[in-house]
């Protein structure tokens, strides 16, 4: 429960910085509705990450870092519907680091099977008398 809970910080801190940045000017450009909806999203995932014991809050946990820190990789290099950034401040490198996380701990819950639904139980074999 503890590696949950660290993703599910890790989601509400980017979610956090990216309602941060849209109320400090990113709403009004191309990119505005995306940040709006990374910040539900990670919301609603780091509600899912803990309260729901399933492989899929793990698979959305890595995929919205893979997701959020690619989309801000593809800005800072060639642009991103018109708009260009650069790895400088504090909240670009808050949010790195976040989303970095939420990919590791997504892809070690997956990996570790704390998030797997339990199987169905098996039939017992039956042994030749």
């Known amino acids: 429960m503890r590696l949950r809970g660290v993703g599910a910080v890790a989601l509400l801190v980017s979610a956090g910085v990216h309602l941060y940045l849209w109320f400090d000017g990113v709403r009004n450009q191309t990119v505005g509705p995306m940040f709006l909806i990374n910040v539900v999203a990670g919301v609603v995932i780091a509600i899912l990450l803990?309260?729901?014991?399933?492989w899929v809050p793990a698979f959305l946990t890595a995929g919205f870092g893979a997701a959020t820190l690619g989309?801000?990789?593809?800005?800072?290099?060639?642009g991103l519907l018109g708009?260009?950034?650069?790895?400088?401040?504090g909240s670009v490198w808050t949010a790195a680091v976040a989303e970095v996380v939420c990919i590791v701990v997504g892809g070690l819950l997956l990996l570790?099977?704390?998030?797997?639904?339990p199987q169905l139980a098996r039939p017992a074999k039956r042994h030749p008398a």
């Open 50 to 54: 803990l309260r729901w014991e399933h």
């Open 71 to 78: 989309a801000f990789i593809i800005a800072s290099t060639v």
């Open 83 to 89: 708009v260009h950034t650069v790895w400088a401040g």
């Open 112 to 117: 570790r099977g704390r998030s797997v639904t």
